[in-house]
């Protein structure tokens, strides 16, 4: 089992930038695939991005690509989410999430451990 807890969120003008962070605790880190997803008040939650084990494959939404980053530290036990030039539409609270199956189980919007989330807020 995997715990994960994340930080970072906040509130920021829009064209701003955070950086989400994700502390895993528990079982091996570097042996599972991550990801973060997102939900907006009254949306189902959505797929944001992932990362494999290594580090060396990730995956995004169209909605992301080129503005967000996603990135891990296995030594630290810890996975990040560069968000550049957000929009108000990226207002939401924001999850990240581990699978030890392949990442297209998390790019499909499924994982077996989550964290609480932390409130991501774009103004206009």
């Known amino acids: 089992q995997v715990q994960l807890v994340e930080s970072g969120g906040g509130l920021v003008q829009a064209g701003g930038s955070l950086r989400l962070s994700c502390a895993a605790s528990?079982?091996?880190?570097?042996?599972?695939?991550t990801g973060w997803f997102r939900q907006a008040p009254g949306k189902s939650r959505e797929f944001v991005a992932a990362?494999?084990?290594?580090?060396?494959?990730?995956y995004y939404a169209d909605s992301v690509k080129g503005r967000f980053t996603i990135s891990r530290d296995n030594a630290k036990n810890t996975l990040y989410l560069q968000m550049n030039s957000l929009k108000p539409e990226d207002t939401a609270v924001y999850y990240c999430?581990?699978?030890?199956?392949?990442?297209?189980?998390?790019?499909?919007?499924?994982?077996?451990?989550w964290g609480q989330g932390t409130q991501v807020t774009v103004s206009s």
């Open positions: 999430a581990a699978d030890i199956r392949p990442p297209a189980r998390l790019v499909g919007g499924h994982a077996d451990y």
């Open positions: 990362i494999n084990d290594g580090g060396g494959n990730t």
């Open positions: 528990g079982r091996t880190f570097s042996s599972y695939h």
